[in-house]
């Protein structure tokens, strides 16, 4: 029991490091890139580099360490490529290495399949929901203080300042881990067929798809052209990186709420209600005539964040066996990493031509439309156990 509350707490501390390191550099990540270009659809196409790379590795990766029967090495790889891409962008000269770096970070957080899977491991196989509410819990408490700091860190030592200090968090995320003894699993050959009916799964597909959606609109708002919004309205650093860290301290409030209410509700229902939020947040965003507004729009994004991340990620493992649930919760973060990938790279390209204020509008119909179609379609579903 002691040893399991250690594993726990090693674990949890490492979830908190590992995304302060992904975090540090965030809230001014596309003014840093603006300095490099002025070209929005260059800028979205750089930052989209992180969520494309997320797309093509976290599946294979989830199969691999099911394969292996070994989540640890992979975990570790992960927090030095986050080290390494904070570190390539610190030191980028322009656009494309900026692009490379964001790849790299893009590498790096496929790292969060088997931490994630290896955090819920130490949870009852039915507490599924509630070990992936709070291991995002623990992973939002840790950007709120990681982009709370960015606007200072710019202050101290410029943009790169907050580069190197992503790096040392990394660092640290592989010296607490590496005590951890990973538990022997056998090793277990992917079954082709196995691993096609998993991937066709209403219950496993449905959330996912759901999650892209929800990730298309706050990557291509939240971290990349609301900040450029705000500059346009005379933000300083300081004011960017507390309008993230409000739209993060309301996603972990909405992670409490989540956890709280989630078993009265239902997920399904819950995953709707922050699709609404979303809407509201992002067309109050394309509304916003000031800065005030477009935080308490960034505040609404945070909430429907917070409500819907975690308990459309924890409806795509709970019916899984333990053997698999690695490859589908690789499946999971590869489905919803297009919409990270889509949405700063589409979102540049329609910025571009329109406006920012117009791509946040046509980005806020589309969510509500998408979003509670697709749901009543999972609720429509037969095959999925009721709740």
Not at 38 to 64: C, H, K, N, T
Not at 117 to 122: I, Q, W
Not at 265 to 277: E, M, P
Request: hydrophobic content about 55%.
């Amino acid at each position: 029991m002691k040893q399991s509350r250690l594993a726990l707490s090693l674990y949890a501390a490492a979830v908190a490091l590992y995304w302060m390191a992904m975090y540090f550099y965030v809230p001014t990540l596309s003014s840093y890139a603006r300095t490099k270009t002025e070209d929005l659809a260059a800028i979205g196409l750089a930052l989209s580099m992180y969520g494309l790379w997320q797309m093509i590795v976290r599946l294979p990766l989830g199969i691999a360490a099911d394969w292996l029967g070994r989540r640890k090495l992979f975990i570790v790889l992960g927090f030095v490529l986050t080290g390494i891409g904070a570190l390539v962008m610190g030191a980028a000269s322009d656009i494309t290495t900026i692009g490379v770096g964001r790849a790299i970070t893009g590498w790096a957080a496929a790292t969060w399949v088997p931490l994630l899977v290896v955090f819920s491991g130490l949870f009852p196989p039915e507490e599924a929901v509630r070990a992936s509410t709070t291991a995002t819990l623990i992973s939002s408490v840790a950007r709120v203080l990681a982009t709370a700091l960015n606007g200072t860190l710019n202050r101290l030592g410029g943009y790169g300042l907050a580069f190197w200090v992503a790096a040392i968090a990394a660092a640290a995320a592989i010296l607490v881990v590496l005590p951890v003894r990973e538990p022997v699993r056998p090793p277990k050959r992917p079954s082709l067929s196995g691993i096609a009916r998993l991937i066709v799964r209403r219950d496993v597909l449905l959330p996912a798809v759901l999650s892209a959606v929800n990730q298309y609109a706050n990557w291509g708002a939240t971290f990349t052209f609301i900040p450029i919004l705000a500059d346009q309205l005379g933000a300083s650093d300081q004011v960017k990186s507390l309008m993230v860290s409000l739209n993060l301290i309301v996603f972990t409030v909405g992670n409490l709420l989540a956890q709280q209410i989630v078993n009265r509700l239902g997920a399904r229902r819950l995953s709707q209600i922050g699709f609404v939020l979303l809407f509201i947040g992002v067309g109050g965003a394309a509304l916003a005539p000031n800065l005030g507004l477009l935080l308490v729009a960034q505040v609404v994004i945070g909430l429907s964040q917070g409500i819907g991340y975690p308990v459309l990620m924890g409806m795509s493992i709970r019916y899984v066996d333990d053997e698999q649930r690695t490859t589908a919760m690789g499946l999971h973060q590869s489905v919803y990493a297009l919409g990270m990938f889509a949405g700063p790279w589409l979102s540049g390209v329609l910025a571009e031509g329109m406006g920012i204020r117009a791509m946040l509008g046509v980005t806020a119909w589309a969510v509500i439309v998408v979003g509670l179609g697709l749901g009543r379609l999972c609720e429509q579903q037969p095959s999925l156990p009721r709740e």
